[in-house]
């Protein structure tokens, strides 16, 4: 199977083209919206053995287990959710006009938008292209994709599947790279997502605005944990473990960095380092470790750990503290990237200046809530935050005094997962948000109508504003 051959750029227009005048023919009701998320249902459970070697051979090597959680168990969950809510999602919303309009009644009417373009990452390359096709199907669109071309085996599995569910001007597939991404991007789609680094979504905004596309951009940030002194350190040190690594960390609300009251700092690294050793023991061919998905991202995260070496930190990897230059070499060669801990990184160490998306946690210590409140504001406002406390004033401090695009308190990532609550960052971290219901209404028109009654008080407010109009008009704008 040829896994390199791109979408020639002449064919984007054209198939975007076809998808328009195909929905301006006939909008999707709720018999086809609900009979095509069946079907996507079906096919997409029978061919989960097939995703997950495909994932595993575009990584590498990446857990079954992970796979089914973090791409199995969200799609099929978003399908359910969005299955059993729909009709009630269609239904025209009342919405009150207010006694100065009466007798006249409005509504708020979910309506499609048209083509939804989805530009979709690499590093849960089913989840993160799937999850917002439902959303697009379910609010009536048709659909043009564009996964990732460092996942291209998954990518075509994901047109394979696309293509037995859908006609082919319904929802549609374009694979291909950076030139690709680029034309696709500026094609005049009624909708546009993107999901990946913040680098790359300013581009893709750019390239969207000549058409005045609406855009919703999924991205990421530097997604701070704050453990406070009296939550248990064994208990924090495992869910943090898991919000760390699991898919080696190359998650966008995955946990980029620590802080722990001083007093128990190196307690908090020793239960770290505990939970490690527990969860993957002999580090030479981990069974449930992710690898890194190429050679550019090894050396990039490569770098990050050098840079905190000729700085003096502290660098600890637990797992593989002893290795020789050999069994370093090898580990590279599998892009095996062994999990590590920078202590008390400055604000300009590599590890702190940018989004790690590895598995590199740096552990940083506070003496004041405040002071750690104050370290979180200081840099961009993150995709995500995970404080620990049983401690409710605490907690509403940390949310009352920070801005993140979501959070999940005294545990990692589980709010990503929950279909009520939309999944969405703030500035630099994304705009807008997708998931559940806020997905159906991102790829609708909610299309405000306002109905006159046959009698009505307007009929009387023109010229000449003379007598009882005058003192009619007057009374209203009281």
């Known amino acids: 199977m040829d896994i390199t051959a791109d979408t020639p750029l002449d064919e984007l227009a054209t198939t975007h083209a076809a998808l328009r005048r195909a929905w301006q023919a006939r909008r999707p009701d709720h018999a086809q919206r609900r009979a095509d998320l069946l079907r996507l249902r079906e096919a997409f459970r029978a061919g989960i053995p097939a995703m997950d070697a495909a994932i595993r051979g575009d990584f590498g090597h990446r857990s079954e287990h992970e796979n089914l959680l973090s791409e199995a168990m969200i799609v099929l969950a978003e399908l359910d959710h969005a299955l059993g809510r729909l009709r009630r999602w269609m239904r025209p919303r009342r919405a009150a006009v207010g006694w100065r309009f009466w007798p006249a009644r409005a509504q708020v009417r979910p309506e499609p938008v048209g083509v939804v373009g989805i530009l979709s990452p690499w590093n849960y390359p089913v989840n993160l292209a799937l999850v917002p096709v439902v959303s697009a199907i379910a609010a009536g669109n048709h659909v043009f994709l564009k996964p990732s071309e460092h996942t291209p085996r998954t990518s075509l599995w994901l047109r394979e599947l696309l293509s037995q569910v859908f006609p082919a001007d319904r929802v549609a597939v374009a694979i291909g790279g950076p030139e690709v991404g680029a034309a696709f991007a500026a094609l005049p789609f009624d909708h546009l997502l993107f999901t990946g680094s913040t680098a790359v979504g300013r581009k893709v905004m750019a390239a969207a605005a000549p058409n005045l596309t609406p855009v919703t951009l999924e991205l990421g940030g530097k997604a701070p944990a704050i453990v406070c002194p009296d939550f248990p350190l064994q208990r924090a040190a495992a869910r943090i473990a898991t919000g760390k690594w699991f898919n080696a960390g190359q998650t966008c609300i995955g946990v980029d960095y620590v802080l722990v009251d001083e007093v128990r700092r190196d307690a908090f690294v020793e239960a770290l380092t505990a939970e490690l050793k527990a969860r ?66 400055s604000a300009d160490s590599e590890v702190m200046r940018h989004e790690i998306f590895g598995p590199i946690l740096p552990v940083l210590s506070y003496r004041s809530l405040d002071d750690a409140i104050a370290r979180i504001n200081s840099q961009d406002r993150p995709l995500a935050l995970y404080p620990f406390s049983d401690d409710s004033a605490s907690i509403e401090k940390i949310l009352g005094n920070t801005m993140s695009g979501g959070v999940t308190v005294n545990d990692t990532l589980l709010h990503f997962g929950a279909h009520d609550l939309p999944f969405g960052g703030i500035g630099p971290s994304g705009i807008g948000a997708i998931h559940g219901r806020t997905g159906f209404d991102t790829f609708s028109k909610l299309l405000p109508v306002f109905r006159q009654r046959r009698f009505a008080g307007s009929d009387l407010l023109k010229p000449p504003y003379s007598g009882k109009i005058d003192a009619m008009v007057r009374w209203l704008a009281k």
């Open 280 to 345: 993957y023991g002999d580090f030479s061919a981990p069974h449930d470790y992710t690898r890194i998905i190429n050679d550019l991202q090894y050396a990039r995260l490569r770098g990050y750990v050098d840079d905190a070496h000729a700085r003096g930190l502290r660098v600890i990897e637990p797992l593989t503290g002893g290795a020789d230059t050999d069994a370093r070499t090898r580990l590279a060669q599998d892009r095996l990237f062994p999990p590590t801990l920078v202590i008390e990184p």
